[in-house]
């Protein structure tokens, strides 16, 4: 599949006609609705004859809540690997506390389409939030940790869940080699069932990188006690700093680069973002927060505010900027050229594939370029 950037004065069936495409299938692929409205700037999608050149096998997971439109879900479904359901919880005694919503439903299509349900595990508290005392007493109780173990597992059998993801933050630093010891049982009981574990690692540069979102986060001892590990290469550009990309391609790469000193490269997944953000200006630190946007429904933004959209050569993503009720904003996201340069990574490094979070938005135009560059295993 070709990328075409829309310049003044094109409309989708010029383009179509350009490209002896159908006006039809660029709009669907694209998620373009009636009259076919486009943005300056904005990246399409544009079929091409059939790719015949040998693709690499790529493992591809995608987060979801089990409130996922159906839609969404069965149209997601056939580009990945592993779908974990997020999330399952716990208490200080190892009770297993289970998502709000039920998620037999995700755990029953995943397996119509081929796909493996994952159950994803956090330390989060009554508020929903990542509470590091959680994480302090599962992994120093011995008898918390078993107690949730077997409550895991007997849910996995119970409900047809086939792997385990640990996505552990905010590791107090003092609980960093407990972590660890945490992922290597969880994998040794797990491994005997057919289960395998991953685990979620915050995006650190160095082994010493301060901040406690990565003191606890040790990469080789991770590495080696999980099957895989999923690198949150995200949130560059978050909702409470300043405006900038989601996820810059140069600070992705400096991650890779260091991670795969310290994991081997078949181990690892490159976390991809499947969001952007809108930020009002002037960003004012502490007060400030950005709005979550899906990608599709940027570039709506952008067209419905007569906005060009622009492209950033350092970090390799659009954005653009509009004013609203006489409110200035700044807009980045991602688009099917950005995700393209993420995918250049996995075969550059040689990883095993990629995870997205999440997949509560349908792009439909990201699937379907990942599908023209690799082949997913099922």
Do not use: C
């Not at 995943?110 to 994480?135: E, K």
């Not at 901040?211 to 409470?240: F, I, N, P, Q, R």
């Not at 900027?321 to 688009?335: A, L, M, P, S, T």
Request: glycine share 6%; no cysteine; net charge negative.
């Amino acid at each position: 599949m070709q990328i075409y950037v829309v310049r003044e004065g094109d409309s989708i069936d010029s383009i179509a006609a350009a490209f002896a495409a159908s006006a039809e299938e660029i709009a669907y692929d694209n998620q373009i609705s009636k009259p076919y409205p486009l943005a300056v700037g904005q990246a399409l999608l544009i079929p091409d004859a059939d790719n015949t050149e040998q693709k690499r096998a790529v493992r591809v997971n995608g987060y979801a809540y089990p409130y996922i439109q159906d839609q969404v879900l069965s149209e997601t479904l056939p580009y990945l690997t592993t779908l974990s359901v997020f999330s399952y919880g716990f208490t200080t005694s190892g009770n297993l506390v289970p998502p709000q919503a039920d998620d037999s439903h995700m755990i029953h299509e995943a397996w119509q389409y081929g796909t493996v349900p994952v159950l994803v595990l956090t330390p989060f508290d009554q508020t929903g939030m990542f509470n590091n005392y959680l994480i302090s007493e599962i992994t120093h109780n011995p008898a918390a940790q078993q107690n949730l173990i077997d409550q895991m597992f007997l849910t996995m059998e119970e409900k047809g869940f086939a792997g385990i993801d640990l996505d552990f933050e905010y590791i107090l630093p003092q609980d960093r080699v407990a972590y660890a010891e945490f992922v290597a049982n969880v994998r040794a009981q797990a491994a005997p069932r057919g289960y395998p574990v991953s685990v979620a690692l915050a995006p650190k540069t160095s082994a010493d990188q301060r901040g406690l979102l990565y003191e606890g986060k040790d990469y080789k001892l991770l590495g080696a006690a999980a099957d895989s590990v999923l690198l949150m290469t995200y949130e560059w550009g978050y909702t409470y700093g300043p405006p900038m990309a989601v996820a810059p391609i140069n600070k992705v790469r400096e991650v890779v680069e260091y991670a795969v000193t310290e994991i081997p490269s078949e181990k690892i997944d490159l976390g991809i973002p499947n969001y952007g953000y809108d930020w009002t200006l002037p960003f004012i630190q502490g007060t400030s927060a950005a709005r979550t946007i899906g990608n599709v429904e940027a570039v709506r933004i952008a067209i419905e505010n007569h906005a060009e959209i622009q492209f950033d050569q350092t970090a390799m993503s659009p954005f653009f900027r509009y004013e609203k009720n006489g409110v200035q904003h700044e807009v980045w996201f991602e688009d099917v050229r950005s995700m393209r340069e993420k995918f250049h990574l996995i075969p550059e490094y040689g990883l095993r594939g990629m995870g997205y979070w999440q997949i509560m938005r349908l792009f439909r135009a990201n699937w379907l370029l990942l599908a023209d560059i690799f082949d997913i295993v099922k």
